[in-house]
């Protein structure tokens, strides 16, 4: 698609002005956290009563159900407690509230969905990518395991939650529902390379620690610059889309296409321009942050060899029973307790609910959670 100099350079400037505005990945997170607050119907605003907030409960009171959330409830209670904007998940998927029974309010939302298609460390530990049909027979992946704060704190809640996916309750309602034989669990860190350290350490043998995920890639923009240059190339397009729908990551292609257009028209134009412009984009994509990749087999000791059907069974490890519900929220319950413990000895801890608002996100603290 040939572009005319001026047109070549109004899209370059909404390139670098927005990404131009980007020092790290947390500026990212800011500012789409604040979009999609802003987006948000305003009768959703009020949650407070939905939180848990029995802050001075031991952990040796609590109890938990797993309680079915709709889709438009989920994404209102999760994006006033997570730095992350809510997206939407392809494929497969069960989607939890989890409530503590004495006060009847949630401590976190978890959502599970089919494998993402090519993963570094996956692909390693099978020998090379699985054939997708069979992996997403025996695998799903946690999306979403976010904690209500200061719930997440105080009590390891992230943790909690870690152990509710990685347990034979989810492995048995994932089956139920998608007739699969599902034995491996796979999630990513939110903030991977940035912190050393993430809710998924220390819980094996549920879950372990396996490497990072590349992730070499330019961040998304905001609805607005998406919107604006997906309709600025449909009318120079002659009015056409210059990607029909339906497409799977119908909007990261648009926005690969639209980036490639530009710069084959800047290295027409200008060789220069196309030289400074590419290590532009360049410093942008090292500002995305690697994920830390964490696995668990649900208490099966052969299953890597089975879904690469080197082995024509399934065989429960000594600790198969360790996976059942009850027995997560126990192995749970005492390092949370050590935990309230030494943060309450300590003066750390948290007292209030942590919810976001627009002003909020403006504010200078770790964004990420």
Not at 193 to 217: A, T, W
Not at 315 to 329: G, H, L, Q, S, T
Request: include cysteine.
């Amino acid at each position: 698609m040939e572009l005319s100099y001026d047109d070549t350079m109004h899209v370059k400037k909404v390139y670098e002005d927005f990404y131009g505005q980007l020092t790290d990945v947390s500026d990212y997170m800011r500012i789409k956290k604040l979009e999609a607050l802003s987006q948000l119907p305003p009768q959703l605003f009020s949650h407070s009563d939905d939180y848990f907030d029995s802050y001075d409960m031991s952990p040796m009171d609590m109890d938990f159900e797993i309680v079915d959330v709709s889709q438009q409830q989920f994404t209102s209670l999760l994006e006033y407690t997570t730095s992350w904007g809510f997206e939407t998940t392809p494929g497969r998927l069960l989607r939890y509230g989890i409530k503590e029974k004495n006060s009847g309010r949630y401590i976190g939302l978890i959502k599970m969905g089919s494998p993402v298609i090519n993963m570094k460390p996956r692909n390693v530990m099978l020998g090379g990518v699985p054939k997708l049909p069979i992996f997403n027979r025996h695998a799903t992946m946690g999306f979403c395991i976010v904690p209500m704060q200061p719930f997440g704190f105080n009590y390891l809640g992230g943790k909690l939650l870690a152990l509710i996916c990685a347990s034979h309750f989810i492995r048995r309602e994932w089956n139920k529902k998608y007739n699969t034989e599902i034995c491996m669990f796979e999630t990513t860190s939110l903030y991977g390379d940035i912190k050393g350290v993430s809710q998924y350490d220390g819980l094996k043998p549920f879950m372990r620690y396996k490497g990072l995920s590349e992730s070499k890639f330019l961040q998304s923009f905001l609805d607005k610059q998406y919107d604006y240059l997906r309709d600025f190339f449909k009318i120079r397009n002659g009015g056409v889309p210059i990607l029909k729908r339906p497409q799977a990551s119908y909007r990261m292609k648009i926005q690969n296409m639209i980036l490639g257009i530009l710069k084959k028209n800047l290295r027409k134009h200008d060789q220069q321009m196309y030289d400074d412009f590419s290590k532009f984009i360049s410093e942008r994509v090292s500002l995305t942050s690697k994920k830390r990749y964490y696995v668990g087999h649900y208490g099966y000791k052969n299953a890597l060899e089975y879904i690469k059907g080197d082995e024509p069974k399934l065989i429960k490890n000594v600790n198969f029973d360790r996976f059942e519900m009850d027995n997560v929220i126990e192995w749970w319950r005492k390092k949370a307790q050590r935990r309230f413990e030494t943060i309450k000895k300590d003066g750390r801890h948290r007292t209030e609910q942590e919810i976001w608002d627009i002003n909020e996100v403006r504010k200078e603290f770790d964004v990420i959670r």
